[in-house]
């Protein structure tokens, strides 16, 4: 796409006339000058100064201009779109000039399509909003304090956001953390006290039941389009939005709730729900919600001690038995401010979230280069097979691979998706620049740690990136029923005679057996696999990602076909590294510039 330009056109000089002409007005300015030489000459140089100012004001409010339709042109998530301004400084020799680029936008509410209006920067970068159009104010501002204000009317056109990138794990089949996994915010000890985004967690199964067992905590927010069984210590600090029943037992009190925000159950997930709960929310033990609960098609009920922090709404009953509360009132006695039951009228409005789509992640080698990549092809060069590349020498020292990525100036691509690449003893992985790996699956064991290069500039408060993308899917497919549960087509409906589970149709009258085979593709790593604090990463797979026995990573995970923490995995959330792969992605916005003109100044 070419992108708008603006240049300034300066007036033509007229014919300067004939040499006689020439001398004698000369002959006359120089008379002048005798005359009164000392205030002409600082009449001129005001004069000269103040022009040179307005101009530089002017190419200042124009580069200003660029900057901004360019850096909204050339964004993967609209959350990095620029709002409400712009900074910068003129790109010419010598030139001191500064510009501020304001930024307003207008749009609709995407699932309520309307007349555009104004929108917040809020609403510009939720992604619940569709944006058709802008308006850019510059302001230019010279040294010596000119100044020129120009705007820009453009036309945009939204594509397709790659909202899983906002998640820390995003899957669209299989969720399964256990036995000490932590999700968390960067920076924190112990999934406490940290600074950084919300590590949200995102699973779009449309069938089955997501558990949270014994010492599972996450500190962001749960989406999840099936039912949830949360038992014992496990801890969700944020938000929970479920497509099924809730079912929480055994909780650790309002001290450290189950859930830690709201709590909303959107209807009842009919192909697993077990009828002994009922419909709804169903509380027990000691377990707590640290807000409201909300029950949209159902019951809330709430046994022994459990405990909603501040109010209850139910379509269904609110009901309790021994000491269960909402808002420290007993259910049977609760007033309407805090419990709200047979609310089917208020609550006919309240859907869950629409899904998010996988995000299809493959660039070609034209697009990695035109990003400023350089790509190494393999097999391709001196290395005419995969495994010569990926050599994985038994004695741990370096081959091609790792030397590569230690040797490297410039963010590279291994481009290398047909090798299934394997690193099975106890490897050390030194990145010297921005990385990606673009394999068919990697598989990684034995104590592999990847780390900064030391003096490369990078540490673990200015973190290099890494992406890994095991591609030996392009989409997202499902080859077998991980999990064990009912098997299921893709979209996650039942089997029938003429549908498929993804490795071969289903057959009557048993549609057909769960699998427990993994996929081909996919990422795992297992036996303290480590990514350093000095590496940011992005792991990537429309298959399966599979992690155990005390892994961690600061970054992100996406795995389409099902994802594992287990024994101690620990995360830490950034989108960095997928932020850094830039146009690489694809445009989000197209920008085109409708009208532009100066308001003032110049």
């Known amino acids: 796409m070419t992108r708008p330009t603006f240049r300034v056109r300066l007036a ?83 030139a001191k000039s500064t510009y501020t680029v304001t930024v307003a936008y207008y749009g609709y509410q995407t699932s309520n399509p309307g007349t555009p209006a104004s929108l917040t920067c809020a609403q510009v970068h939720g992604g619940s909003y569709t944006i058709t159009a802008g308006t850019l104010t510059s302001l230019g501002k ?14 945009v056109q939204q594509g397709t956001p790659l909202t899983a990138l906002d998640y820390a794990l995003f899957t669209d089949y299989s969720l399964n953390l256990a036995n000490g996994a932590n999700i968390c915010k960067t920076g924190s000890t112990n999934c406490a006290g940290g600074t950084g985004p919300s590590p949200d967690i995102y699973d779009g199964a449309t069938s089955g039941i997501v558990t949270c067992p014994n010492g599972v905590l996450s500190e962001g927010d749960l989406t999840i389009y099936q039912s949830l069984a949360a038992s014992g210590a496990c801890t969700i600090d944020g938000s929970a939005q479920i497509e099924g029943y809730v079912t929480l037992a055994n909780g650790d009190g309002c001290s450290q709730p189950t859930i830690g925000g709201s709590l909303t159950a959107y209807g009842v997930d009919t192909n697993s729900k077990d009828s002994s709960y009922g419909d709804g929310i ?9 807000k409201s609960a909300t029950a949209t098609d159902g019951n809330i009920n709430l046994v022994n001690s459990a405990a909603i922090t501040t109010s209850a709404f139910a379509t269904g009953t609110i009901a309790t038995a021994g000491s269960g509360s909402v808002g420290g009132h007993s259910p049977a006695v609760c007033p309407s401010s805090y419990c709200t039951p047979g609310d089917s009228s208020g609550l006919s409005g309240d859907t869950m979230p629409p899904m998010v789509a996988w995000p299809v992640i493959d660039p070609s080698v034209a697009a990695w280069s035109a990003a400023d990549y350089n790509v190494v092809q393999i097999p391709g060069g001196a290395y005419s097979t995969c495994s010569s590349y990926f050599a994985n020498y038994s004695s741990g020292a370096n081959d091609p691979f790792m030397n590569q990525i230690q040797q490297a100036t410039e963010p590279t691509v291994i481009y290398a998706p047909t090798c299934a ?67 299921t087509t893709p979209d996650g409906s039942a089997c029938t005679a003429t549908s498929s589970d993804g490795s071969g149709p289903c057959t009557s ?20 696999t480590t990514f350093s604090s000095s590496v940011d990463s992005l792991l990537y797979t429309p298959d399966v990602a599979s992690w155990g026995n005390a892994p961690s990573m600061t970054g992100q995970i996406l795995a389409c076909g099902g994802i ?39």
């Open 282 to 290: 169903y509380m027990s033990g000691n377990t707590c919600v640290g």
């Open 142 to 155: 010279a040294p010596a304090g000119m100044t020129t204000t120009m705007k820009a009317d453009v036309r």
């Open 509 to 528: 009258p048993t549609p057909c057996s769960p699998s427990t085979t993994p996929p081909s593709g996919g990422i795992s790593a297992a036996n303290q």
């Open 421 to 487: 690449v394997t690193y099975s003893r106890s490897h050390v992985f030194n990145l010297n620049a921005n990385i990606v790996l673009e394999v068919q699956s990697l598989t990684l064991q034995n104590s592999n740690t990847f780390q900064a290069n030391s003096g490369s500039g990078f540490s673990s408060s200015k973190p290099v990136d890494l992406s890994v993308l095991a591609t030996a899917q392009s989409s997202c497919t499902y080859s077998g029923n991980i999990s064990g549960s009912p098997c």
């Open 12 to 94: 033509e000089r007229p014919d300067e006339g004939s040499s006689m002409i020439v001398v004698l007005v000369v002959s006359m300015l120089l008379m002048a000058a005798v005359a009164s030489s000392a205030a002409v000459s600082t009449a001129g140089l005001s004069f000269s100064g103040s022009y040179t100012s307005s101009q530089q004001g002017a190419l200042a409010a124009q580069s200003g201009l660029n900057a901004a339709s360019a850096t909204m042109d050339d964004v993967s998530t609209v959350a990095s779109l620029p709002c409400p301004t712009l900074t910068g400084h003129l790109t010419a020799s010598g």
């Open 564 to 602: 594992t923490g287990v024994n101690a995995f620990e995360l830490e959330y950034t989108n960095n590294a997928a932020a850094s792969l830039g146009s690489a992605l694809g445009s989000l916005i197209s920008v085109t510039v409708s009208d532009r003109y100066i308001v003032s100044g110049a």
